[in-house]
Nanobody, 120 residues
Framework: QVQLVESGGGLVQAGGSLRLSCVASGSGFSVETMGWYRQGSGKQRELVALIASGETTNYADSVKGRFTISRDNVKNTVYLQMNALKPEDTAVYYC??????????????WGQGTQVTVSS
């Protein structure tokens, strides 16, 4: 089993920055893709950014040029640097990873979510 713990959310003014972190822990697992989704009030959950094990990244159009995703494979941690934040970025941000134990199938794991609120 893989556990994800997120941190770094909070309240920030428009134009400000926040950095989210998500640490994956467990025993003997391998991690493939790491990423972030978000869900605003009354909205569907949407992909924000992802980073594959080979460092390939993908971003939602709405965050390109403002957000940067990165990962530390030694620490099993994924980061989301969010700059030039806008009120429409307000949402609960969920970390996810695809991971597996040896000889087990790949599974998707979710963090508990961290609130990001951007005031105008």
């Amino acid at each position: 089993q893989v556990q994800l713990v997120e941190s770094g959310g909070g309240l920030v003014q428009a134009g400000g920055s926040l950095r989210l972190s998500c640490v994956a822990s467990g025993s003997g697992f391998s991690v493939e893709t790491m990423g972030w989704y978000r869900q605003g009030s009354g909205k569907q959950r949407e992909l924000v950014a992802l980073i594959a094990s080979g460092e390939t990244t993908n971003y939602a159009d709405s965050v390109k040029g403002r957000f940067t995703i990165s990962r530390d494979n030694v620490k099993n941690t994924v980061y989301l640097q969010m700059n030039a934040l806008k009120p429409e970025d307000t949402a609960v941000y969920y970390c996810y990873v695809t991971a597996r134990a040896p000889r087990a199938p790949w599974k998707l794991y979710w963090g508990q979510g961290t609130q990001v609120t951007v005031s105008s």
